[in-house]
Antibody, heavy 116, light 110 residues
């Protein structure tokens, strides 16, 4: 069974960038799509974008275009999400999840990013 | 303001049935598959329903999903106190080229 293990919590200054990792274990990584979903404190879920590692072009939500970069290292089975120009509104738990357009069946444990 | 509309809260007694609605448009629910997620405080969401009505392995059949037109529904029967959680619907939006979620519904088992 595939598991997704994310990197630890981060505290960042406004204007800086953060890069969160998500390592897949226990199964093939390259052939399934994955997405990044974030959740601000006491708020709902927000999809940021997704990718299939064997295809070169990630798909980003419009509101994050130009500020988010989703990549994957197939050799290590690790996905990354980098968000730049951080503001306090970016304070949230960031999740990686398996799936591209829904049906997100496996989730990482979440990474809290605090911008302050 | 979420693209999909869910009631902020629902409640029912143990053993009863509850229905959570999710309303969208032809760009999302009307022409794509709906998923439902359960989330407990401080934990990652868990997939309950995918492709409108399918249950992943391990999800009991007292949990079901359906879709009609531009609305979807999550039904939970035989409510248990352990069902108290937040529930989200999610679907691909063809106009936005993005996955959209409802604002979430807090289920209280009285």
């Amino acid at each position: 069974q595939v598991q997704l293990v994310q990197s630890g919590a981060e505290v960042k200054r406004p204007g800086s960038s953060v890069k969160v990792s998500c390592k897949a274990s226990g199964g093939s990584f390259s052939n399934f799509g994955f997405s990044w979903v974030r959740q601000a404190p006491a708020q709902g879920l927000e999809w940021m974008g997704g990718s299939i590692p064997i295809f070169p072009a990630p798909n980003y939500a419009q509101r994050f275009q130009g500020r988010v970069t989703i990549t994957a290292d197939e050799s290590t089975g690790t996905a990354y999400m980098e968000l730049s120009s951080l503001t306090p509104d970016d304070t949230a738990v960031y999740y990686c999840t398996r799936g591209l357009r829904g049906g997100f069946d496996i989730w990482g444990q979440g990474t809290l990013v605090t911008v302050s | 303001q979420s693209v999909l509309t869910q009631p902020p809260s629902v409640s029912a007694a143990p053993g009863q049935r509850v229905t959570i609605s999710c309303s969208g448009t032809s760009s999302n629910i009307g022409n794509n598959y709906v998923s439902w997620f359960q989330q407990f405080p401080g934990t990652a969401p868990k997939l309950l329903i995918y492709d409108n009505h399918k249950r992943p392995s391990g999800i009991p059949d007292r949990i079901s999903g359906s879709k009609s037109g531009t609305s979807a529904t999550l039904d939970i029967t035989g409510l248990q106190t352990g069902d108290e959680a937040d529930y989200y619907c999610g679907v691909w939006d063809s106009s936005l080229s993005a996955v959209v979620f409802g604002g979430g519904t807090k289920l209280t088992v009285l």
